[in-house]
């Protein structure tokens, strides 16, 4: 009997012990995904998430400003209260005089918005030649004293324009009251439309676009993968990235296959070509990964997995740019890139030999086998070029700088604006509380993820001049030369 209740006591205190340790874990979680303020979100919180929200954008701890999600599923207007409108607002009720004074330059790349906008450079953006726009474009973005209007034209494949439009909601959370107003056309397909030659001496039309190419005046954006992509399961690009980092450690580059890897659907572009590089003799890898839809580019995340355990990655565009880049990039694997015609926004200040290695188009399989020998035989340069490719992925595009970029690029473009915009009488507002609340599952996570949960306390990097002209030019030579360079490389042998 009295072993029995030592027995039972000793029970109650492992039960009790338990318990502590349990409440004071659930407290700590607690702590990060609810930080403060509004009790109301609590519900949409605990339901949403069970895993802690990682949001490495640093904010002083103090006042976060968490979604406020009405309790079922009636639609809500957009609120107008319960987010600060200007960062000094929230600077006077975090009473920090901290506020940045330290503003650091944004990457080189950042110096292509200057080019991207220099066809308006002289007469301006006029409510016309946007609203030329309407054909070609697949959604249009008014925003109006920090709000956010959308009229839509076409159907995007996917998700596309709506993880596009969340992104721009987050920068207005980044930075409430600092975007001019803004009218915008989007375009969402894969292709650029804006063609040059049909606008020679005439005034195009100003298209946002995820890529953009030489024969085109799309300006190129960065596309809503950043965000999360749901579908493919992909993450949003914070979380994404900060496991790459982790699964980079995991498998040594001298540990990876010595072959160079492709996957994908090689019905684009000039993919098939690619087809024939396939040879274990020539260390190459290809493999066909057919898409639901026979045009399409689609990637999983198992094959971003899978492409790090490759010492070489192949990157091909398709019809154009193809959005797998910046994964293959950050894999610490040496990137070989068959020269494309796309560009993304941060892809132009990639350099070959440094953070990639060029490959020639016309003479595909053998420029493929040649630097796979090359990188099997001067290990350490190889590695190095996959190291400083991954770097400039981790370091120059972070978070933070993709809305930094899309902060300057549209500042730049407001005050390029010459009116005042209005709101199309079809176009209807959308805030973050309308995009995020009644969804589920993944969307739903995925958008938790990124919702960026108070103002920034410091301000945007600081915008570098444009190229002088002639710098520019040196620097798009010096690239066509190394690519020459390896190409007589190629041509001597190892
Ligand atoms: C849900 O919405 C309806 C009307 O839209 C309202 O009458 C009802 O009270 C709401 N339910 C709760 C639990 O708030
Ligand atoms: C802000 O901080 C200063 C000192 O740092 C203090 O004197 C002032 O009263 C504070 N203002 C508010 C509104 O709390
Ligand atoms: C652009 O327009 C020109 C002339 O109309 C045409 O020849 C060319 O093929 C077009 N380019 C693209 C990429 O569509
Ligand atoms: C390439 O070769 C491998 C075997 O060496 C094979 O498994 C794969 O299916 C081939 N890819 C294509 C696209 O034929």
């Known amino acids: 009997m009295r072993s029995y209740i030592t027995n039972k006591r000793k029970y109650l205190l492992y039960f009790y012990i338990l318990l502590f340790i349990g409440c004071i874990y659930l407290v700590r979680r607690y702590d990060h995904i609810v930080p403060t303020t509004n009790r109301k979100s609590l519900d949409l919180s605990r339901s949403n998430n069970n895993s802690p929200i990682t949001n490495p954008i640093k904010f002083t701890k103090k006042a976060e400003f968490p979604l406020i999600c009405p309790p079922n599923k009636t639609t809500q207007k957009c609120p107008t209260n319960n987010y600060p409108t200007t960062i000094n607002d929230y600077d006077e009720k975090q009473n920090s005089s901290s506020s940045s004074s330290s503003i650091e330059s944004c990457p080189d790349y950042f110096r292509w918005i200057h080019e991207d906008l220099n066809p308006w450079k002289v007469k301006g953006i006029t409510e016309e030649i946007v609203e030329e726009g309407k054909n070609e474009a697949f959604f249009r973005i008014i925003i109006l004293d920090g709000r956010l209007y959308v009229e839509k034209y076409q159907k995007s494949y996917k998700k596309r324009d709506d993880f596009t439009i969340w992104g721009i909601l987050q920068l207005l959370r980044l930075y409430p009251g600092k975007l ?120 999983k995340q198992s094959d971003i997995d899978d ?140 958008k938790f993820d990124s919702l960026i949960k108070a103002p920034s306390q410091t301000s945007p990097c600081s915008l570098p001049s444009a190229y002088h002209p002639q710098i520019l030019k040196k620097f798009l030579s010096t690239k066509q030369e190394i690519s020459r360079d390896v190409e007589g490389l190629e041509g001597v042998g190892l």
């Open 180 to 299: 001019p107003d803004l009218d915008l056309m989007f375009g969402s397909g894969d292709k650029t439309v804006i063609n040059k030659s049909d606008y020679e001496g005439d005034y195009p039309v100003p298209m946002f676009q995820y890529s953009g190419d030489d024969e085109h005046f799309d300006i190129p954006f960065p596309d809503w993968s950043f965000w999360g992509w749901p579908e493919s399961n992909i993450k949003p690009w914070e979380v994404q990235l900060e496991e790459m980092k982790n699964g980079n450690k995991n498998v040594k580059w001298e540990k990876r296959k010595p072959f160079a890897y492709w996957k994908g659907n090689s019905k684009l572009g000039n993919r098939k070509n690619l087809l024939k590089c396939n040879s274990t003799r020539s260390k190459t890898q290809i493999f066909e990964q057919l898409s639901t839809l026979e045009d399409r580019d689609d990637l």
């Open 307 to 446: 492409q790090c355990t490759f010492r070489y990655n192949i990157y091909m565009e398709g019809k154009a740019w193809s959005m797998n880049e910046k994964y293959l990039h950050a894999c610490d694997s040496m990137l070989l890139i068959v020269e494309p015609k796309s560009y993304e926004f941060f892809s132009r200040g990639l350099l070959p030999l440094t953070h990639y290695w060029p490959i020639n188009p016309s003479k595909l399989c053998e420029s493929i086998k040649f630097a796979v020998n090359w990188g099997n035989k001067y290990r350490d340069q190889a590695q190095e070029i996959g190291k400083e490719g991954s770097k400039f992925i981790m370091e120059e595009l972070k978070m933070r700088y993709i809305y930094d970029y899309m902060y300057h690029l549209l500042s730049e473009y407001g005050k390029l604006m010459k009116y005042r915009p209005s709101i199309p009488s079809n176009a209807i507002e959308i805030c973050s509380e309308a995009m995020a609340c009644n969804t589920i599952g993944k969307e739903k996570k995925w």
